[in-house]
């Protein structure tokens, strides 16, 4: 019995999903029992890499989404509408769905997965985090049995692929970023990428299945790689960091924790997306290009780290089709499906989210200062009054005739280190603060 699929959007990785399944020679059997009956796009006229029937192509995604011959359907065609509908639509007309989108799962994730657990059926989503790399299915199955302390990760391959390449050749963040577009790695409206807005969609994702509870997008504090000059990134070297994109969601202690929600859901975890600078010993600072790494540590497991390529077609499409595979393996297997305990969402409280100034951790910051005796005793000084220790204070150098501070702070809480700043932007020799980032 063949498994019908409908696809929605043959753009990247609709393209890459169809050629694995037209080409199932030396891949896993099943293969050969999954159909693509219907294709959606937006342009029929489009040259494609894949050819189908005039019968299999249109751009009524509705009739696919209701079409009672599709077990499955494929959602592709990336952003919130209309594919938000037309997976609410599939699931109530009874079909599986594995899609790409962190977008979407991200914001409705909520009512579609209400929809499909009501409906008793399946949506997956390996593609939508960390492209090819399994994570998703690890986080649900096989690292399931340990108590998640913290989820991080370079999980936006465009940007890591432009701060890789400025840091290397120092290349200018525009060309990159157009290259990054060229080579399919960039969403349709790069803002996304390079404002963090992507890695934040993944990091929700994420942190909901390894802390078991519901994230609200808006709770995630978002930074992205804009502010990050190559200045910073040079400093950064000489220090013995990289700078990189990093998402990370983390269980926070509290002095005056709230009481636990219920469902078992840790009480309060810190989340974010900021640019970072990594030592160069840790295991995220050697992530590369378009390449993306999750590093999950839990326990008893301890850490373990998921590397891969994080977007591109053929890599992105090794998940969409191994999740349609896993549905064809359970609908061969069972003849009625019901909610598997493991593949389907089983929480619907919200996890509780620690405000930033509570967060723990070391910062840099570049000052532009007058070059006057005594500058940097007075940047100690505000600090100090604040609580704040230094691991190291450097004047770099000069430029535009103004001396330039590098510090590096010890581990502080960000709501002393931001009063502290306040206090040095009203010092008389201080003319600037280019940069503030955060150190791992
Ligand atoms: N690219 C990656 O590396 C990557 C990696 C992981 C996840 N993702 C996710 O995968 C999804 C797809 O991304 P992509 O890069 O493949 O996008 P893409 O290349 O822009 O392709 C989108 C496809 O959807 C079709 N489409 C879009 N809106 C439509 C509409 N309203 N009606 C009908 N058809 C519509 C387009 O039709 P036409 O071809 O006719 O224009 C195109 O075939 C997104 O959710 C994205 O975030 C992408
Ligand atoms: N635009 C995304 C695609 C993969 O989700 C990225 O650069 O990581
Ligand atoms: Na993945």
Redesign the pocket.
């Known amino acids: 019995m063949a498994y019908k699929l409908g696809l929605l959007?043959?753009?990247?990785?609709?393209t890459g999903t169809a050629q694995i399944i037209l080409d199932s020679l030396g891949r896993h059997p099943l293969l050969q029992e999954l159909e693509i009956h219907r294709v959606?796009?937006?342009?029929l006229d489009?040259p494609r890499q894949v050819t189908f029937s005039a019968d299999q192509l249109t751009?009524d995604?509705e009739s696919i989404v209701i079409d009672p011959d599709i077990d499955i359907v494929v959602e592709?065609?990336?952003?919130l509408e209309?594919a938000r509908s037309l997976i609410l639509t599939a699931i109530s007309h009874g079909k599986h769905i594995v899609t790409?989108?962190?977008?979407v799962i991200s914001r409705y994730g909520n009512e579609i997965f209400d929809a499909a657990n009501a409906k008793g059926v399946y949506v997956m989503l390996e593609?939508?985090v960390g492209?090819g790399i399994p994570v998703i299915q690890p986080l649900k199955e096989s690292l399931g049995v340990n108590r998640i302390q913290s989820v991080m990760g370079i999980i936006n391959g465009t940007t890591n692929y432009i701060l890789t390449r400025m840091q290397t050749e120092g290349a200018d963040f525009a060309d990159v970023l157009a290259d990054a577009q060229r080579l399919?790695?960039a969403?349709?409206d790069p803002t996304a990428d390079v404002d963090g807005l992507d890695a934040a969609d993944k990091i929700a994702i994420l942190a909901s299945l390894a802390f078991a509870g519901r994230i609200k997008l808006e709770d995630i504090h978002c930074e992205g790689i804009r502010q990050v000059s190559a200045a910073d990134i040079a400093y950064a070297e000489k220090l013995g960091f990289t700078i990189k994109l990093l998402a990370i969601a983390k269980r926070q202690s509290s002095t005056t924790p709230p009481a636990p929600p219920p469902g078992g859901a840790v009480d309060r975890l810190s989340i974010r997306v900021h640019p970072t600078l990594v030592p160069k010993t840790h295991p995220l600072a050697s992530i590369n290009g378009v390449y993306n790494a999750i590093l999950v540590e839990g326990e008893p497991l301890g850490q373990v780290m998921f590397y891969g390529p994080g977007?591109?077609s053929g890599p992105?499409a090794s998940a969409v089709v191994s999740d349609i595979l896993t549905i064809a393996a359970i609908l061969k297997t069972e003849t009625e499906p019901i909610p598997h305990p493991l593949l389907s969402c089983t929480h619907q409280h919200y996890c509780a989210i620690a405000p930033m100034e509570e967060l723990v951790t070391r910062f840099y910051t570049r000052f532009l200062t007058n070059d006057t005796p005594g500058v940097i005793g007075h940047l100690g000084t505000s600090f100090g009054n604040h609580g704040v220790s230094l691991e190291s204070i450097v004047q770099i150098g000069m430029r535009d005739n103004q001396a330039e501070i590098v510090v590096v702070t010890h581990d502080v809480s960000e709501g002393n280190f931001l009063n502290a700043l306040a206090e040095i932007r009203q010092l008389d020799a201080v003319m600037s603060i280019p940069s503030v980032l955060r150190v791992l």
Do not use: D, Q, S
Request: aromatic share 4%.
């Open positions: 959007g043959l753009g990247t990785v609709g959606g796009v937006r342009n489009k751009t995604l592709l065609i990336g952003g209309p790409a989108n962190k977008a593609a939508a492209g399919g790695y969403e349709a977007a591109g992105t």
